[in-house]
């Protein structure tokens, strides 16, 4: 076990209409420096196919300005914990992210959490954001049981 501050900055801006939020960053995407740094976990990929662009080709630079163009801000639910390797099961020691403080400069009116647990943590600290949330299948490798296509069909909301 760890205890781990989040590395990155929230992608967000003053038009930014949704929020996506995932719950920690991976091993791989601390390493990498960037959200969703795991090439098998679907975000991307799914992504991609939403909005009809190949996230795969783009630096994380320009992956950050296409979403503020899509009006998506991405952040985590939790900022600082105790995790073992990537395991969202052994979260514990958990300093929430201030989401209100996030999205108070925004326009944000929807929150869409990539996975339960992202979700639970948004709920144990700000249960008065749940009219606004919305719990998508995670885009995890460990979601296997959902194909991209069976994601896609869920995901799909978030465009606007």
């Known amino acids: 076990m760890e205890k781990i501050t989040h590395p990155f900055k929230p992608i967000i801006d003053e038009n930014s209409e949704i929020l996506i939020l995932g719950s920690f960053p991976s091993v791989i995407s601390r390493e ?3 959200y969703y740094g795991n090439k098998r976990n679907r975000f991307w990929a799914l992504l991609s196919k939403i909005f009809d662009r190949d996230f795969s080709l783009m630096t994380n630079i320009e992956k950050r300005n296409t979403l503020l163009k899509l009006h998506i801000a991405l952040y985590d639910s939790v900022y600082s914990c105790t995790i073992y390797k990537s395991s969202d099961e052994t ?4 300093c929430y992210s201030d989401i209100p403080s996030l999205i108070k400069e925004s326009k944000i009116k929807h929150i869409y959490c990539n996975g339960n647990k992202a979700f639970e943590f948004l ?3 700000y249960p008065n954001l ?3 949330t919305m719990v998508l299948p995670s885009t995890s490798p460990r979601n296997a049981s959902y194909s991209l296509d069976r994601l896609y069909e869920k995901w799909q909301i978030i465009k606007h």
Not at 91 to 94: H, P
Request: no cysteine.
């Open 130 to 132: 749940k009219d606004m």
């Open 123 to 125: 709920m144990d600290a």
């Open 32 to 34: 990498n420096d960037f």
């Open 91 to 94: 979260i514990e020691d958990v």
